[in-house]
């Protein structure tokens, strides 16, 4: 079961770089992008079934998958009220992800929570300056600066879970963690600065993607990690 799940995964995480290479994902945009978000969610789904029980943790992080699933669905759509719940479903995601890294397993809040809140207020402030002074989101600002700290935190959480797992002799789990988190940071705030106007750089085209669901699909393999 073991090599299946990891093999699944591993296709998920590089799906949208042969949907691109294949021209599949510019002649079946939506439909491939929700086949890679199935993708990662399944890749979750099979990670708790592998362990052969049903964990908090568990639990837990497929909601976050699940939400994210469906700010992909809404994302997807052109229309400023379907941006808005996308938006909506993963902040949802990234509170749900917080709360499962600080609250479940073998790192305790209390220990955490000052360095977690520093980092993220450190990573915090040059967003906003990056926010205030490049790109112009409108009436949509403050909702994108909530979210962005929302994005941080997550970050934040993640990198702390990460560095306790690896403490606690479990590698596996901290990669897991601290590269999906990483990837997650990199695709939204790129994904920020591409709503916002900003043309980005030839090589970071397809970066959003090629982050993006690589993270959600190692946030789901954590599930097996844990």
Known sequence: MKTLLLIFAFFSAIMPVITQKTGLSKKYGFK????CAFMY???GILSAVSLHRLTDYSV???GALVSGLLGDFFL???NDKYFSVGVVFF????????????LIGEMKAVEYIIPVIVMTVIIFIPVVYIIKTKI????????ILIYALLLLFSFACGVAKSIVAIKSANPSSGLCLITASVFFVISDILLGLKSGGM???KFLRHAVTYTYFPAQTLF???????
């Open 199 to 201: 043309k980005l750089p």
């Open 41 to 43: 969610l399944v890749t």
């Open 32 to 35: 491939i992008k929700m086949l």
């Open 76 to 78: 997807s759509y052109k």
């Open 136 to 143: 112009s989101l409108g009436r949509m600002e403050k909702p």
């Open 220 to 226: 789901a393999l954590s599930i097996y990690f844990q």
């Open 60 to 62: 837990l992080i497929l």
């Open 91 to 102: 902040a949802l995601g990234h509170i749900v992800y917080s709360v499962t890294f600080l």
